[in-house]
């Protein structure tokens, strides 16, 4: 299995919703990331997980919470979201958070929209 | 500081065209890795190719090859004999080799479209 799946594809919410976001790989790795997308731009980092630790938080909003219950899956929890955060969210996987160097593989994304 | 600059914004070409995708980087980092990944329509990011600063070989695979010069901080991609399933959004992308909390760096991406 070489890949990295996303649930949902699509998601509509409205700003007083709460839903999450869910990232499953099973190549062994054990780095996994968040990261936002908006049209035509290039992907931001939002956390980093490494070894089922959080490792980075780019001063992400509270209303993201991020979770990983364990080496393969990955969850991005929302709450209270806002219209301008509507973007695609991508989940990524590489081999180790301590070896940087191996590339990272994405999912495909899940497109979600606040109204 | 990092940056990777995708000065190309937008290519067009028609198909069997040769494209040549430009990627210039900064960094103060004596080790890093640099990389490119297409992006379809679909959203998917798809990793192609990863160098690490140590090794200057030029790579080649099928169509697509790449040419790295830490000289001129260049890592350009160039794709042979375009076709359509080539339309996609690529981004190069710098990753610092200073540890586990070292971030990938993105290119603002290139955007090709190939005609029939």
């Known amino acids: 299995d070489t890949e990295v799946t996303q649930t949902p594809k699509h998601l509509v919410m409205g700003m007083t919703n709460k839903k999450s976001l869910k990232c499953e790989q099973h190549?062994?790795?054990?780095?996994m990331y968040w990261y936002k997308q908006k049209a035509k731009k290039p992907p931001e980092l939002m956390f980093v997980y490494s070894y089922e630790k959080l490792s980075i938080n780019e001063s992400v909003p509270s209303r993201f919470s991020p979770e990983c219950p364990n080496s393969s899956l990955l969850n991005l929890h929302l709450h209270a979201l806002q219209p301008e955060d509507s973007a695609l969210y991508l989940c990524a996987s590489s081999y180790s958070g301590l070896a940087v160097w191996n590339e990272q593989f994405f999912g495909p994304g899940t497109r979600l929209t606040v109204l | 500081a990092q940056k990777v600059t995708q000065a190309q914004t937008e290519i067009s070409v028609v198909e069997k065209e040769d494209v040549t995708l430009d990627c210039v980087y900064e960094?103060?980092?004596?080790?890093?890795?640099l990389f490119w990944y297409k992006q379809p329509p679909s959203g998917e990011l798809v990793f192609l190719i990863r160098r690490n600063s140590f090794d200057e070989q030029n790579e080649i695979s099928g169509r697509y090859s790449w040419n790295f010069q830490k000289s001129t901080s260049s890592f350009n991609f160039t794709i042979t004999a375009s076709q359509v399933v080539d339309s996609a959004v690529y981004f190069c992308a710098l990753l610092p080799g200073g540890g586990a909390n070292s971030k990938l760096t993105f290119g603002k991406g290139i955007t090709l479209s190939v005609r029939p």
């Open positions: 190549m062994g790795h054990r780095a």
């Open positions: 960094t103060r980092d004596t080790t890093y890795y």
